[in-house]
């Protein structure tokens, strides 16, 4: 079974700056996705970056950007230029792709993004 | 992308009660999912609704707690059923789109507290 692993369960940033959140995985399989999603005090679970295991170069979303390194098995999520809106609870989630994978998704426990004006 | 309304957004309700939480999807999905967040942890699936038949639940999750209904292509509900303290979490839906790795949406979840 796969498992997904964010060793920060809490992380600050000065707003404007710059802020980088970790994730390891660990899975068996060749290929499978990769995605961050964001949930803030509204409960809302958005989608902010995902990454196909297959594709070399990293995703990137505008002030979001990750360092896909496939044979350590780890996904960080880096936010430039942070803002007040950034803060919220992020998890790093993993999905099976392909023929009798299953399409749920494996989620970390979360890293908790305060901002600081 | 897809807009999943869930109902209700919380709830506050005596054990031993149930609970049936609605989720309408904005078009047609192939795939509906049930989520538990416990309080200030991760999500855990409690089980994938397919349309026309029966739900496929997670390990630790069992019908009769949690029965699912799936009628159509946009919609599904989720049951709490016999409700205890220890039921409190947010209930999340989420529905995924056919072909290639579209990404799955979420609804708002339902807050239910279980006093």
């Known amino acids: 079974a796969q498992t997904v692993t964010q060793s920060q369960p809490e992380m600050s940033v000065q707003e404007a700056e710059t802020v980088t959140l970790s994730c390891t995985y660990d899975t068996s399989e060749s290929d499978y996705y990769l995605f961050w999603y964001k949930q803030p005090p509204s409960r809302q679970m958005i989608l902010v970056i995902r990454?196909?295991?297959?594709?070399?170069q990293n995703a990137t979303e505008n002030r979001f950007s990750v360092n896909f390194q496939k044979a350590a098995k780890s996904f960080s999520l880096k936010i430039s230029d942070s803002q007040l809106g950034d803060a919220a609870m992020y998890f790093c989630?993993?999905?099976?792709?392909?023929?009798?994978?299953?399409?749920?998704?494996?989620f970390g426990k979360g890293t908790k993004l305060t901002v600081n004006p | 992308s897809a807009v999943i309304s869930q109902k209700p957004s919380r709830d506050i309700c005596q054990r031993g009660t149930s609970l049936t939480i609605q989720c309408q999807v904005d078009s047609q999905v192939t795939m509906m999912f049930w989520y538990r967040q416990q309080p200030g942890q991760s999500l855990t699936l409690i089980a994938t609704a397919n349309q026309g038949s029966e739900a496929t639940y997670e390990s630790g999750f069992v019908i009769d707690k949690f029965p699912i209904s799936r009628p159509n292509l946009t919609f599904s509900t989720l049951t709490v059923s016999n409700m205890s303290p220890e039921d409190s979490s947010i209930y999340l839906c989420?529905?995924?789109?056919?072909?290639?790795?579209?990404?799955?949406?979420f609804g708002q979840g339902t807050r239910l507290t279980v006093v």
């Open positions: 989630a993993y999905r099976s792709i392909g023929q009798g994978g299953s399409e749920k998704l494996v």
């Open positions: 989420s529905a995924k789109g056919t072909g290639g790795w579209t990404e799955a949406f």
């Open positions: 990454q196909e295991a297959y594709k070399q």
